[in-house]
């Protein structure tokens, strides 16, 4: 049975629960794009991005047929145009849920993960799980691109403000630029959410400390990391009409589980999954 969605504030964030330890595919929270897409004003039937959702889960585990525990990383890519986003809490207590479980074999746990995931989040999802014996091949790299965090700029705002955000139309330019002062909060508990992004456009070229006073200004605002990225999208796209826009942002982790929400109308999606220093 799939999961029903509904709204963040009956999810298990911000609650206490118990953790369980045998399979349980109904801890699964979706929550619908939907709502919040409406209040940024994108229309759900035509897109103006493509996109994917990377989640890492770097604490899952599982006992295999002769009880032994076994341990992975795994790779989860939930497409964007899925109908529901799974939040943290639910997805890290499913995971949770395999610790005690007997799995036959790795492409057993991969097809019931996709297949729960895919479930709860009304489009397919991928997964792969690393093994410990490619722990090894684990790279970590920055966000390629142009930094703007040293611009020696004031700062008095710190909800989102698009209004701010300025392009040069005489000046057409292809381009990469990147920050990690990138702060939100969860929509639910408030807790902080850290991360960093990279923003590729071809178009009037961005002013660059308005763009970072923009980033800047979601430091106290309360939002999931795919709503954020989102929204940071459409602002750039309508404020200053660049012809091609990819947003990637890769947030620090928490409950084991990080999220790095991608959105282009002009690129493919990342093939890798490269953590950074701060992941």
Request: proline share 6%; net charge negative.
């Amino acid at each position: 049975m799939k999961p029903q969605a509904m709204s963040p504030e009956q999810s298990p964030l911000g609650k206490t629960v118990s953790y369980q330890d045998q399979y349980d595919a109904s801890l699964l929270f979706p929550i619908p794009r939907k709502m919040k897409r409406d209040e940024i004003g994108v229309n759900e039937q035509a897109l103006p991005f493509a996109g994917v959702d990377i989640w890492t889960g770097f604490e899952l585990s599982w006992l295999n047929a002769r009880g032994k525990p076994q341990v992975g990383i795994a790779t989860f890519r939930i497409p964007a145009d899925s109908p529901n986003l799974i939040e943290s809490k639910s997805f890290k207590l499913y995971l949770n849920s395999y610790n005690q479980t007997r799995i036959a074999s790795l492409e057993e746990l991969q097809a019931q993960l996709a297949l729960d995931l895919s479930n709860a989040a009304g489009g397919a999802v991928s997964v792969s799980v690393q093994l410990p014996q490619d722990f090894a091949a684990e790279r970590i790299a920055e966000l390629a691109g142009d930094y703007i965090d040293a611009l020696d700029i004031a700062v008095d705002n710190y909800a989102p403000c698009p209004e701010i955000l300025r392009a040069d139309s005489s000046h057409i330019v292809s381009e990469t630029l990147c920050s990690n002062l990138l702060k939100s909060n969860c929509l639910v508990t408030g807790q902080p959410d850290w991360g960093s992004v990279q923003i590729s456009y071809t178009g009037p070229q961005l002013d660059r400390e308005a763009l970072l006073r923009y980033l800047i200004g979601f430091r106290q605002h309360n939002e999931f990391h795919e709503q954020c990225v989102e929204r940071i999208f459409t602002d750039i796209l309508r404020a200053c009409a660049p012809q091609q826009l990819t947003v990637y942002a890769r947030y620090t982790r928490r409950g084991g589980l990080d999220i790095n929400p991608w959105r282009s109308n002009a690129a493919e999606p990342p093939q890798h999954n490269t953590r950074t220093a701060r992941q």
